[in-house]
């Protein structure tokens, strides 16, 4: 099994920044897809941006422009650099595969932007 520590988050005001981490116990260069998710109290978990085996990436249309997924195979290390923070942000965020592996999540990071 491959293992995906996360790190970062933190309790931050709306319009400041943060950027979170996802540790791989495995090599990550060929995965096709990797993300981060995220899941608001009350709310359904959401995809939240996609990188691939190419580094292309993808956004969920609320965090366009404001958000960054990248990775850094050498690390096997996936990041998320979160900028112009909403209260909306808040919630507790996980990396996974895309689609995502049954025991492979992170172990989460709570977000909570205060407004």
């Known amino acids: 099994q491959v293992q995906l520590v996360q790190s970062g988050g933190g309790l931050v005001q709306a319009g400041g920044s943060l950027t979170l981490s996802c540790a791989a116990s495995g090599h990550i260069a060929s995965i096709d897809h990797m993300g981060w998710y995220r899941r608001a109290p009350g709310l359904q978990r959401e995809l939240v941006a996609v990188?691939?085996?190419?580094?292309?990436?993808n956004y969920i249309d609320s965090v366009k422009g404001r958000f960054t997924i990248s990775k850094d195979n050498a690390k096997n290390t996936m990041y998320l650099e979160m900028a112009d923070l909403k209260p909306e942000d808040t919630a507790v965020y996980y990396c996974n595969y895309v689609p995502p592996g049954q025991k492979s999540w992170g172990q989460g990071t709570q977000v909570t932007v205060s407004s």
């Open positions: 990188i691939s085996n190419k580094d292309v990436t």
